[in-house]
Structure formats: C-alpha cells, structure tokens
C-alpha cells in the first residue's frame, strides 16, 4: 500500500509534528508513505523530516494560495500511483478537493485537527466547507469534540467519521515520576489566536518572584506577548525561546508546564509534558481537557487567579509527585504506533 499525506506547510503547528512521527511509524508497519507539502515559506520541520528519510514532494509553485496548486497536485498524484491520499489542515484540503477530479483513482482521506477555526466565524464559509468535505470518502478527527463541531458545522454523516487520537514518540519523552526542583514553567506552543499566552503571562505577575517562564514557540501572536510581559515587568522573569527541536529535554528541565489555549482539537504539547513527567496545567476547553483530565489540573479559560491557584497547587511535594506519575501513565494510551496503526487499518477499511 502507498500512501501520500499532504499538508499546507511545515510551520510549527500540531498537524505538522503529529505527521513528523506518523509518517516513520507508518513506514515501520510496512507502509509505503510519502509527503506532498504545499508551502515550504516559514518551515521549521524541513529538516527534521529529512532526518527521518521521509521523500517530499512540493509543488513548483510552492504556494499554498495558488489555484495552480490544483493541476500540479494531480500530477504528483498520478505520477506516484498513491492508494490513499491523506489530507491535513485546510489549504491542502481545498486544493485536493478539486485535484481529485483529474486525479480520481486513489482513495481520498482528511484529518481534521481543530475543534475551532476562523471560517466557522462566517456562514458564507459553511457552504465551501459542504463542499470540501463531500469529497473524501472518510475524515478522521483528533477527539470526539473535533467529530462533533465538525458534524455541527457542516452536516456531514456520522459514518464518514472516524475518530483517532493523536500520538507521539513516547520513547523520546518517557521519563520517570519526579520531586519537584525549583519553580520554572513552560509552555510549547505557536504564538497563535488559538493560544492564550496572555493569561500565563498575567498569572506569573501574581506568583512569587521565584517563578519563571520559559515561551518555546514562533508565530504572529509573539510580538504582542511580548509587549504585555514588558507592561508587566516581567522582563526578567520570562524567556522567549523561540522553535527548538530540543522539546523533550527542555521539560525535563523544568518544573510545570502549561498549555493555555482559547481552543483545542487535542493538545500534543501536553501530552510530552505527561510523557516526560512534567505536571500540566492546561485550559478546561474541549479536546485539551479530554487528553489531560485526571492526569493534570485544569483551568477555566481566561481566569487568571484559577491558574495562579492550580500552580501552587504544586507547591505541595506529594501532590507534584503524584501529578508527575499520573501525567506519565496517562501519556501511555497516545504513543504514536497506536496511532499509526489505526491510521493504516482505516486505508484498508478495516
């Protein structure tokens, strides 16, 4: 079997690292697997994926906005006699969607990763997303709230759907339950609208000066995050690291992580924090707070002092302690071979 996966960038994002481990374990499990990418402008993974012997096509217009990404798509397609040609995030979506009338043989596939996006703040999207949808055969969310939003909007039949949790290399992060050391906090994600920096930022501002935060992330949010923890005076309190593919031993270097965002179809980052047994705090939004519930703390979104209250939670040894061990017997349920297994069941309509 010969599978394409095609995704809009390689930007640092949840779909871009979920794939960067998908793909290789694919591979392991005897899979032929391939990558079309459709922008490589603000890459940060290239590398990474080559690293890991993934093949990459891009198309020469290497434009994700570019209708000419329609016809060069179904070459590539064609070309590579794909069985299954596997879509994520929305231009690839798009411009698939209508390939596939020239390329027509392979089996189409989606994955949707997000519970929110900024198309479904307008109803004159929900038609082009009636449209886009129609044409794969099957679309996989991340988490039942993804399944659910996504029929909401868009109508589509339960029976298209398949829902398959997100994974990662546990073995890059697998840690043991630990004591706590001191009082740095993390947080990994893109500065992002989807993400709620801010909220951490004003948090640090009501904790003692001993605690610190690390920012391990780029994006379009950045400059305005950095402007509040100036108007904070925050400034020696707070490190703006920006991308690092150094993840797992930046946790084991600190003490909490964080992961505050305004909507989520999953949460990856959480779940290497679990994994490398960094207690996490995380927003109580839906697909983040399935993933974490039980095995970390949770905060309402925006509320500053209920987050202040669950980081000094923390400051309770036995409690850190127990948190840590529970993070990492949860991660244990998301490795990525589960994922992938399931992933390749699906191709051939198990």
Same mark, same amino acid.
């Given at each position: 079997m010969k599978i394409l996966h095609v995704i809009t960038s390689l930007e640092l994002g949840g779909a871009e690292k979920l794939l @960067? =481990? @998908? *793909?290789?374990a694919q591979k392991k499990q005897g899979i032929d697997v391939e990558l079309l990418v459709l922008d490589l402008n603000g890459e940060v993974f290239l590398d990474e994926y080559k690293k890991r012997g993934i093949k990459i096509h891009v198309p020469e217009v %290497? %434009? !994700? !906005? /570019?209708?000419k990404n329609i016809f060069q798509i179904a070459k #590539? *397609? !064609?070309? $590579?006699?794909? =069985?299954?040609?596997?879509?994520h995030l929305v231009h690839s979506q798009i411009w698939v969607s209508l390939a596939r009338y020239i390329a027509k043989e392979p089996i189409y596939m989606t994955t949707e990763h997000s519970t929110h996006n900024r198309r479904r703040? +307008? /109803? #004159?999207? !929900? *038609? @082009?997303?009636?449209? #886009?949808? +129609?044409a794969y055969e099957k679309i996989i969310t991340i988490s039942e709230a993804t399944a659910r939003e996504l029929i909401n909007w868009t109508g589509v039949s339960l029976k298209k759907i398949e829902i398959v949790s997100n994974g990662v290399s546990l073995r890059s992060f697998m840690g043991k339950a630990r004591e706590r050391k001191g009082n740095k906090i993390i947080m990994v994600s893109r500065f992002h609208k989807s993400k709620d920096h801010i909220t951490v930022l004003r948090a640090l501002a009501k904790l003692p000066k001993e605690y610190t935060v690390t920012f391990v992330g780029e994006g379009e949010t950045e400059e305005s995050v950095k402007r509040e923890a100036l108007m904070l005076n925050l400034g020696d309190r707070?490190?703006? @690291? $920006?991308? +690092? %593919?150094s993840v797992a031993a930046l946790l084991k270097r600190h003490d909490i992580a964080i992961q505050s965002s305004n909507f989520e179809g999953f949460g990856i980052s959480a779940l290497e924090a679990m994994a490398s047994g960094t207690p996490i705090i995380a927003t109580n939004v839906e697909g983040l707070a399935n993933v974490v519930d039980g095995a970390g703390l949770l905060f309402e979104l925006g509320n500053v002092q209920d987050l202040v209250d669950k980081i000094r939670l923390l400051e309770d040894p036995s409690f850190y302690f127990q948190k840590s061990k529970d993070g990492i017997k949860n991660s244990l349920k998301y490795s990525i071979e589960t994922t992938a297994k399931k992933y390749i069941e699906i191709y051939k309509g198990e």
């Open positions: @960067l =481990d @998908l *793909i290789p %290497n %434009n !994700k !906005k /570019s209708y #590539i *397609i !064609k070309e $590579g006699k794909y =069985d299954v040609v596997h879509t703040e +307008s /109803s #004159i999207f !929900k *038609i @082009l997303d009636k449209f #886009i949808y +129609s707070v490190q703006f @690291l $920006g991308y +690092s %593919n």
